[in-house]
């Protein structure tokens, strides 16, 4: 099949970018549409010219290294999926594709379609972990947790931190990422000693690169992961607590 | 040895710093801006209610409202103190929804070059400020023509306390009435996202009632929208005169 690919390029972070037209011919459908960027890249170092640079590395949905905004719908038109397990097939042949980064002012451009997302790695420094003496392993089951709870937790824990959600946020909010890592450790008894200085602190830095959620839900929707907003309300109820809970208390208040 | 915690500012202060504080005040504000609607809503509807003793029911509404708990207060005082709060109401709902939104501007200085593609969200969700804005605008418009009685934009018969009859002399003038329709509409679609939205930012959410806090916020926002739109177009169509 071929399709004609509207690509934004840019040099590096100060420079001006562009949309510049391939056409791409002669490809096979069952392609990943990474694998057609690359069947693209290489066309264009046999040219002489500098390839497109993409984030990458698992190809297997679920590193949340790729990511870009497939004719404007992160990750594309199809749901729960990232970029590498988005296929061909799923574009009609002769189609015109347009392929942009992440905008966000906490995913400043690295080059072309790659984005810098380490402001995920200080919301995470802020308290996505739980704090533990590290020995031999404990026995498995040795804390009870109820099925539910463990199925909502890991439900949460699915997120692969792509930015899909910031992407696709019209504000730019990172609320979804952040509730979803919060959600994941506040849920499970592991994660109760620490439950109101993690929200708190993810929240603040949270705030201080991204945006704030108005509830379009649009994030929900570009998750390769399938993540419910519900979480979003869990993490706002939690920051409220957070402010109002008696720390002396730990995490006894539900 | 002691371990000192980082100097706060006042909870409340605090609170409202964070951009979910800011949230919470939008839902709690905008839930109090709901409530003052319905009644509101409610006492317009009276304008089909048969006057009493000559007096047509709304004027003695109105005069009910002036005189709320009297032997207790003076007059006008309860109103007042509703007032006040309605005001503050509104100045905390557009104060958070202007930094909100200064911050989310920021959040995102180079916008998309491309096309959007948009799959939830919905021409309400995306309108608010918009929406929020421009009813701002019409309430001055509709104070002036209800509450202070300044001409051009209320009729030349205005008089203080004749509800009814500034009432029918306002809507007697088919472009207000379309003004008043058309921001009646515009709060329609701004409580469609806005009662919806509440709960998500007070973080009331639960599997079993996730699909009736979109029920209860749907019918909300229709039942405030037709209830306001119903005495106007009544006094269009002269079926109140």
Known sequence: ?254 | MTTKTETRAPLPVEFYRSAIGKKWVMAVTGLGIIGFAIAHMIGNLKMFLPPVDGVPDIDIYGEALRRLFVPILPEHVFLWILRTGLIVLFLLHVHAAYSLTVMNHRARPVGYQGPRSYVAANYASRTMRWSGTIFLTFLAFHLADFTWGLPPVAPETWERGAVYANFVATFSRPPVTVLYVTASLLLGIHLYHGAWSMFQSLGINHPRFNRARKVAAYVTSGVITIGFIAPPLAVALGYLK
């Not at chain 1, 960027?37 to 010219?49: I, P």
């Not at chain 1, 870009?68 to 990750?75: D, F, L, P, S, T």
């Not at chain 1, 390769?224 to 957070?242: Q, T, V």
């Open chain 1, 1 to 254: 099949m071929n399709v004609t690919l509207q690509v934004w390029r840019q040099k590096g972070p100060g420079s001006p970018g562009a949309f510049k037209t391939y056409q791409v011919d002669a490809i096979s459908a069952e392609m990943s549409f990474l694998e057609m960027l690359d069947v693209l890249n290489e066309r264009l170092v046999n040219q002489g010219e500098d390839p497109v640079a993409f984030d990458h590395d698992c190809r297997e949905g679920i590193c949340g290294s790729c990511g870009v905004m497939i004719n404007g719908r992160a990750h594309g038109p199809q749901p729960g999926t990232a970029t590498c397990q988005l296929h061909m097939r799923r574009f009609p042949d002769g189609s015109t594709i347009v392929v942009e980064p992440w905008r966000a002012a906490g995913f400043p451009l690295v080059k072309d379609l790659v984005v810098d997302r380490s402001a995920f790695d200080r919301i995470i420094e802020a308290g996505g972990y739980i704090s533990v003496d590290t020995g031999s392993a404990p026995d498995a089951n040795l804390i009870p947790v109820p099925k539910t709870v463990a199925d909502t937790a890991f439900d949460a824990a699915a997120c692969i931190g792509c930015g899909a959600c910031v992407a696709a946020c019209p504000n730019g909010a990172a609320s979804l990422f952040t509730a979803a890592k919060i959600g994941h450790l506040n849920l499970l008894p592991q994660g109760h000693a620490e439950r109101w200085s993690r929200t708190e602190r993810m929240v603040g830095v949270m705030e201080h690169y991204f945006g704030s959620c108005t509830n379009h839900g649009e994030c929900e929707k570009a998750c390769p992961k399938e993540i419910s907003i519900d979480f979003i309300a869990m993490m706002n109820a939690d920051f409220l607590r957070a402010k109002l809970a008696n720390r002396r208390l730990a995490a006894q208040y539900r």
